[in-house]
């Protein structure tokens, strides 16, 4: 898991700042073209796999609430926050996902901003390889943690 500046710069507004949360999240796929850092900012810096065949530009919206982060988590033992995602699916329909060009490898988190490609990029997970799905298949996210630490 990746944790742009951008979402420590946010976090500092959202508790400190009065600075205004975003309505909703959304998680949405990108291809390896262009790695993520810590200093990917928009949705733009990055490449988001083709629309289409069961993909929508933007993703998958997260509401803010126990259904699509149901379990928050304090664990004095390792000295971590965490909060995990519900599990997110997506099902290639019509053709295989992406419609076309590279694969997933990257999976994002970003705020709510109508226009997607300027979306604040908050936390980036690796998928570890690039996946195209055939169609009638689904690609599943499950499990994802986020962690923060206070070492």
Known sequence: M????KFCFRVLGWLFNGTALPTNYYIALFTSATVPTVDTNIVSDLTQIATGNGYT??????????????NLTEDDTNDRGQIELKDIVWTASGGSLPS???GARYAAI??????????E??????????????SGSS???ADFLIRTTSV
Do not use: M
């Not at 990746?2 to 500046?5: D, E, I």
């Not at 970003?110 to 979306?119: E, L, Y």
């Open 57 to 70: 530009s933007g993703g998958i919206s997260l509401n803010k609430n126990a259904t699509d982060f149901p």
């Open 110 to 119: 970003t705020d709510d901003n109508a226009t997607v490609g300027s979306r």
């Open 100 to 102: 076309s060009g590279g």
């Open 139 to 141: 690609l599943t996210l």
């Open 2 to 5: 990746l944790v742009t500046n």
């Open 121 to 134: 990029v908050y936390i980036v997970f690796d998928l570890a390889s690039s996946f195209t799905i055939s």
